[in-house]
């Protein structure tokens, strides 16, 4: 599985970006799929995830309620949309995929995409 990741840039406080990441292969259906992201001199910190179906989200405290993950599974792909953003969600955001249910854990993922840079202006 190959995951390619799009649609990061410059935004202000308050403003909006939608993420893509978009897979290869015709398996993505039965990945499980991930944002992650690592700013500047920190680990990589989970975002939120999807289950397969889509059925089932999950979000890290610091983005709930402001993003939403949502997938297309009829494209291959995978959306962060991010609303009300903040100076703390500049960072590199990243895209992974795994077949098992351990949505949290960047260990669990098998396939990651390149990255593509957030940065949010005060």
């Known amino acids: 599985v190959q995951l390619q990741a799009s649609g990061g840039g410059l935004v202000q406080a308050g403003g909006s970006l939608r993420l893509s990441c978009t897979a290869s292969?015709?398996?993505?259906?039965?990945?499980?799929m991930g944002w992650f992201r690592q700013a500047p001199g920190k680990e990589r910190d989970f975002v939120a995830a999807i289950s397969w179906s889509g059925t089932n989200t999950y979000y890290a405290d610091s983005v709930k309620g402001r993003f939403t993950i949502s997938r297309d599974n009829a494209k291959n792909t995978v959306y962060l949309q991010m609303n009300s953003l903040k100076p703390e969600d500049t960072a590199v955001y990243y895209c992974?995929?795994?077949?098992?249910?351990?949505?949290?854990?960047?260990?669990?993922?098998?396939?990651w995409g390149q990255g593509t840079q957030v940065t949010v202006s005060s």
């Open positions: 992974a995929s795994q077949q098992g249910r351990y949505y949290r854990d960047s260990k669990q993922y098998d396939y």
């Open positions: 292969g015709r398996t993505f259906s039965t990945y499980a």
